[in-house]
C-alpha cells in the first residue's frame, strides 16, 4: 500500500521527525513499508522543529551510502504545502488577522460576532506564523486555504496515485497534536476535505494529546489579556476531547485512529508559551506514535481505536524498556548494533584516521585496511578523514534522538532520568561526551560494548583482503564498517 504522511503543525513535525529519526532502521528490522511520501502542513518553517523534519530528510540521503546494512531508498518529502494554498488564497506572506478573513462589511455585524470569539487582541494578532494555539482562529485561517486543496502539491500527488494505483492502494497518515495548534485547526476540516475528493482511500490517524504539564491558567492583569499563555490551561486538554469527539462522528468504518496522551508524561518543558518555550526535544510518547503509524499500516491492523498502554507499574517494573514500545521487538537488536557502530566508528576508527603519521605507521587496525605502511598511503587516509567527520555530523543526529528519549522522559517525576532503559546509561553519557569531543582513549572500554577494549575488538576482527586493494575513501570505509557490524550481528 502506498502511504502518504501529512505532518500538521509542529506536533505533527516532530511526529514527522521521528520518522525520519527511525527510517534508516526501518528495512533491516522488518518494519515493512514501501517508501512513503511526506508532507508538512505548517505555517512556521523558521522554526526548530521543522528544520529537525527536514534535517533528518537530508541527513538520511547524504549518510545512507555509508551504512553496512540495506536500506531503503529515501522517501519523498514536500514541506510547504500551507504555503502553497495560502499562495493561492493571496494571503502568502502576509501579517493577517481573522478580521482580515472575515472582512469588515458590513460592520458592525461582523465585529459583534467576531466579539463574541475573540478579545480585540487575538482579532487583531497576526496569524502569520501560527495560530498561538487557539484553535478557533486556526479553524477559519484552514477553512479559507482549504478551499484552494487541489492546487497543493498534496492534492497533486494523491491524483497521480489514484490514477496510478487507485485509491484502494493508498494509505494517508495524518500526523498532529490536538491540544490547541494547527493540528486542532485542521485534522478534522483536512480529513473531511481529502474525502470529498479521493472517498475510498485509507484515511489513518496518529494524534497526541498533552505530554508535558499543563499549568492553571494564570488570571492576567486588569485591563490586560493574557495572550502567550492561550491554551496552556485546561482548556486545552478538553479541545483534545472534543477533537477525538469529532473525529468519531465523521469516521467510517475503515479508519484506524492512534491517540497518545499523558498529561504529566513530560515535566522538563516549562509552561508552553509562544516564542518561550524550551526547545523541544525527542520523547518516548513521539517515539511510540512515530512506530505506532507503521503498526496501525500492516496488513492485519484491524479499524478502530487504539491508545497507548505502557506495563509500567503493572508487572513490578519501575522502568520502560523494550517491551513497553511498538515493534520493539523488531527494533531492539539493530538499534543497539547501530549505536555500537556508531561507538566504534566515533572512539575508534576516527581518531586512528587522524593520528599523526607516527602512530598510524603503528596502528595495527589500519594495518588490516592497507596493502602498504599507513603511514604510505596518507592522501587516501586523508579523504577517508575528510568523509567521516561529516558523516559523523550526520550520524550524530541520530545518536541524540534515542539518547534524549531516555534524558528528557521523566513520567512527571522529579528524578527521573533512568526510567527509560534502552540503553546502558552511563554508556550514553559517556558515547556523547566522547561525539562532543571528538576524542577518544583507545585504552578505554568501549561504550555500549559490556566492558570491551579496543585492543581485544581489533583482535576479532577478519576482513577480506581484497579490501586492502580499495583505493575509493567511501568503499574502503564502508568495508570496514561492514566488518564492525558483521561481529556482532553475525549476518548469515
Known amino acids: 500500500m502506498n502511504t502518504v504522511f501529512i505532518c500538521l503543525g509542529g506536533t505533527g513535525t516532530q511526529l514527522g521527525c521521528a520518522i525520519g529519526n527511525l527510517y534508516p532502521l526501518l528495512q533491516l528490522s522488518g518494519i515493512k513499508e514501501k517508501p512513503f511520501s511526506m508532507f508538512i502542513m ?155 475528493s479521493f472517498s475510498k482511500l485509507r484515511i489513518d490517524m496518529v494524534l497526541l494529546g498533552t505530554y508535558f504539564e499543563i499549568p492553571q491558567r494564570k488570571t492576567p492583569p486588569p485591563g490586560t489579556v493574557d495572550v502567550d499563555n492561550i491554551g496552556t490551561s485546561l482548556d486545552s486538554f478538553y479541545r483534545a476531547a472534543d477533537q477525538i469527539e469529532e473525529l468519531i462522528e465523521v469516521a467510517d468504518n475503515n479508519w484506524r485512529v492512534y491517540y497518545t496522551a499523558m498529561p504529566g508524561f513530560d515535566n522538563t518543558a516549562g509552561e508552553f508559551a509562544k516564542n518561550k518555550a524550551l526547545p523541544r526535544k525527542a520523547h518516548l510518547l513521539e517515539l511510540t506514535a512515530a512506530l505506532a503509524a507503521f503498526v496501525i499500516g500492516e496488513e492485519n491492523s484491524k479499524p478502530g481505536f487504539y491508545q497507548t498502554s505502557l506495563s509500567f507499574g503493572d508487572d513490578d517494573r519501575n522502568f520502560i524498556d523494550w517491551t513497553d514500545i511498538p515493534q520493539g521487538n523488531k527494533l531492539k537488536k539493530n538499534t543497539e548494533n547501530f549505536l555500537k557502530l556508531v561507538s566504534v566508528v566515533v572512539c575508534m576508527i576516527y581518531p586512528a584516521l587522524c593520528a599523526d603519521t607516527k602512530n598510524i605507521r603503528g596502528d595495527n587496525y589500519l594495518k588490516k585496511y592497507f596493502k602498504k605502511n599507513p603511514a604510505d598511503e596518507m592522501e587516501i587516509i586523508g579523504n577517508m578523514r575528510d568523509i567521516l567527520k561529516v558523516w559523523l555530523q550526520n550520524i550524530k543526529s541520530y545518536f541524540e534522538f534515542w539518547n534524549e528519549i531516555q534524558n528528557c522522559t521523566r513520567l512527571g517525576f522529579k528524578d527521573g532520568k533512568k526510567l ?66 558483521n561481529i556482532y550481528y553475525k549476518e548469515g
Not at 494555539?133 to 477559519?140: A, F, K, V
Open 42 to 196: 505548517d505555517k512556521d518553517t523558521n522554526s526548530g522543529i521543522f528544520k529537525a523534519c527536514t534535517g533528518a530528510f537530508q541527513r538520511y540521503q547524504d549518510s545512507r551510502d555509508l551504512l553496512p546494512f540495506d536500506t531503503l531508498p529515501p522517501y519523498e518529502l514536500k514541506h510547504d504545502v500551507y504555503q502553497e494554498m495560502q499562495k493561492s488564497a493571496k494571503l502568502y506572506n502576509k501579517n493577517y488577522t481573522v478580521m482580515d478573513l472575515i472582512g469588515n462589511e458590513p460592520a458592525d455585524p461582523v465585529k459583534e460576532l467576531a466579539a463574541m470569539c475573540w478579545t480585540d487582541v487575538k482579532r487583531n494578532e497576526s496569524l502569520y506564523d501560527g495560530n498561538n494555539r487557539d484553535p478557533s482562529r486556526g479553524s477559519l485561517d484552514a477553512s479559507v486555504c482549504l478551499e484552494h486543496f487541489e492546487q497543493s502539491s498534496l492534492f497533486i500527488k494523491l491524483q497521480s496515485l489514484k490514477e496510478k494505483v487507485g485509491e484502494n492502494d493508498i494509505r494517508v497518515v495524518i500526523l498532529g497534536g490536538v491540544t490547541g495548534g494547527m493540528g486542532s485547526s485542521l485534522i478534522v476540516p483536512l480529513a473531511k476535505k481529502i474525502r470529498t
Open 420 to 485: 527509560v532503559n534502552l540503553f546502558n546509561h552511563d554508556d550514553m553519557d559517556k558515547l556523547s561526551r566522547i561525539l562532543g569531543s571528538e576524542q577518544a582513549d583507545t585504552n578505554e572500554k568501549l561504550p555500549l560494548y559490556g566492558g570491551k577494549r579496543w585492543l581485544n575488538f581489533i583482535d576479532d576482527l577478519n576482513p577480506d583482503k581484497e579490501l586492502k586493494n580499495v583505493f575509493d575513501a567511501r568503499a574502503k570505509l564502508k568495508g570496514m564498517f561492514k566488518d564492525i557490524w
